[in-house]
């Protein structure tokens, strides 16, 4: 049998696992005696329950961080043997693969059939970053005069605090964390409050990997008094923070006082442009999972349908056909490809957003509803849905909805589509479909956003970065310029035999 299709080993537990916090090398519970504890969106059952980190713990965290980094073996060690460490990681990942997977389920209401492979992209993650832990070096010059020379050095830039939202709890941790440690850093992390599961867990695994004490620290709490702290503390010299472009702004003041470096991966508002000369079929599939991947709750999620005039009633068609088929319920179903949204608040904020499609004027032709229950399963279920005649000044073609919903806008030239995509405060991910190759280039070379994906959809590789432009976002993550995001240059120069020249005049 295939293992991810046997129903007993997706269940709900019976009683919530208990995770520790990691300071300073321990697995602890922290100080503040509290406890915060999470129900599966799904089942409504207890899943998870985390120690809250308090003021104190935070401190303890963010001393260890420091005292790691400046005067640890971590940030000292050849590049060859933090690799080692890092790639003992994802081997251990990929040896708890279905216990993480599991946890992300229950606590995300993920669907199951997708789950386990977040985690291999995990890994992939883990063991491409080592790879950089062995490539970070910066340059010299030879080229500066008769017996000068400068180095230019690549270093650590420090102590980063790691800031994570709900939606994909161990992979997005995955972009920052390995490539962080490949080149020396030593981070505090805080996961989303709804999903700590798999970073605390995360923690055991560093330690049984050989990570020294200090080096990684791992809090749960809530942003406003952990993230916010984090964010304003004096010894941490990074945020690298990814979440909503509004939670972005307020760090990015937090962080002004003391001039941290940033790193910001925001809100998005992605089209998926269709040509009528493109493969319609292979089309309509990714515009389906595009919008339904994880219930719509991706930064990158193609909410917007941009469509080509001649085929746009056809094409939106069969894509609300596709969408209406897909397996919609139970997320520990292992048929089922759209589970509930994450939180009740979620769920208001999804459904005022299809409010407010219908009483701007957009016709409603797929779904719509909201329901607390489904097929006997007590969850935040909302409908996949699509709207047509969409204007794309509408809000729902504006504002980021983070959820099930299509907006189909139509288009008639090249012109017209990349100025639709591009009219957004938005710039993260664009799909094109198309089979001619000067649309393919232009489309590519004119779309404002960090990514553009030709003829495919959420495909990525750990090689390439993850960028936003404009409000989605400040640097980037992944791929070998990940280096760079987290060190920064030091100029050395050298002066070698006796220095001719004097400054002041000598008698
Ligand atoms: P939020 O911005 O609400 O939260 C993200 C993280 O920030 C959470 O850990 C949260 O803590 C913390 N946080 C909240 N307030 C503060 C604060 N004042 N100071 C410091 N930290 C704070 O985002 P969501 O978790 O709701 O995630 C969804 C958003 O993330 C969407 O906008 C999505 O587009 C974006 N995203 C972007 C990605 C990208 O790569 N560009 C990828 C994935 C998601 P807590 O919630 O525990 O209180």
């Known amino acids: 049998m295939n293992e991810i299709a046997d129903p007993r080993i997706w269940v709900t537990p019976d009683k919530p696992q208990e995770f520790k916090l990691l300071i300073d090398g321990a697995l602890e519970s922290g100080s503040s005696g509290e406890w915060i504890e999470r129900s599966s969106p799904a089942h409504r059952a207890a899943v998870s329950r985390y120690p809250r980190a308090g003021e104190a713990d935070a401190e303890r965290a963010v001393a260890a961080a420091k005292r ?145 004490g200090g080096v990684a620290n791992i809090l749960a709490g809530s942003g406003s008094s952990l993230g916010s702290l984090l964010c304003k503390h004096p010894d941490v010299a990074m945020v690298s923070f ?10 990015s ?42 219930a719509g709750q991706c930064c990158v999620s193609g909410t917007r349908l941009l469509v080509q005039r001649s085929i746009a009633e056809r094409f939106s068609k069969t894509v ?72 794309p000044s509408m809000r729902i073609a504006q504002e980021e909805i983070f959820g099930p919903v299509l907006s189909v806008i139509p288009f008639d030239t090249i012109a017209d589509a990349i100025r639709i995509a591009n009219g957004t405060i938005y710039g993260l991910a664009t799909g094109v479909w198309t089979s001619n190759v000067d649309t393919a280039f232009q489309c590519a070379r004119e779309i404002r956003s960090g990514t553009v994906e030709i003829n495919t959809y959420i495909a990525g590789a750990a090689e390439l970065p993850l960028v936003g432009h404009r409000q989605s976002g400040v640097g980037h993550e992944k791929g070998r310029f990940a280096v760079e995001e987290f060190t920064e240059l030091k100029t050395v120069q050298f002066q070698f035999g006796p220095l001719k020249d004097r400054w002041v005049p000598r008698s």
Not at 242 to 251: D, F, H, L, R, Y
Not at 254 to 275: C, H, M, N, P, W
Not at 321 to 327: A, E, I, N, Q, R
Not at 342 to 364: C, N, P, V
Request: proline share 5%; aromatic share 6%; with cysteine.
């Open 68 to 212: 790691a980094f400046d005067d640890g073996a971590w940030p000292r060690l050849a590049g060859a043997e933090r690799a080692r460490i890092l790639l003992r990681v994802a081997d251990l990942i990929r040896e708890h693969r279905r216990e993480l997977a599991l946890i992300e389920a229950l606590e995300g209401g993920k669907p199951v059939s997708s789950v386990e492979g977040e985690i291999d992209v995990s890994i992939d993650l883990w063991e491409y970053a080592a790879s950089l832990a062995r490539h970070c070096y910066g340059d010299t010059y030879d080229s500066l005069g008769d017996k000068t020379m400068g180095l230019v050095l690549r270093q650590p830039i420090g102590v980063v605090a790691m800031i994570t939202p709900w939606n994909f709890p161990l992979l997005i941790l995955s972009q920052k964390l390995p490539f962080a440690l490949a080149v020396g850093c030593t981070a505090v992390i805080k996961p989303s409050e709804l999903t700590s599961g798999t970073a605390l867990r995360l923690g055991e695994l560093l330690l049984e990997a050989g990570l020294p």
């Open 242 to 251: 990814t979440g909503s472009t509004a939670v972005g702004k307020t760090i």
């Open 253 to 294: 003041h937090y962080a002004a006082d003391t001039l941290k470096r940033l790193s910001l991966e925001l809100g998005g508002k992605a089209a998926q442009i269709v040509f009528e000369d493109a493969d319609l079929d292979a089309a309509a599939d990714k515009v389906a999972f595009g919008i339904l991947h994880n």
């Open 320 to 391: 609300a056909d596709l969408m209406k088929s897909v397996p919609f319920g139970d997320p520990l179903d292992p048929r089922v490809k759209v589970g509930p949204v994450i939180s009740r608040q979620q769920y208001d904020t999804i459904t005022s957003y299809i409010e407010a499609g219908k009483q701007e004027g957009a016709t409603l032709v797929l779904g719509g509803a909201a329901n607390e229950e489904r097929n006997g399963v007590a969850g935040y279920f909302v409908e996949p849905t699509v709207f047509a005649d969409v204007a």
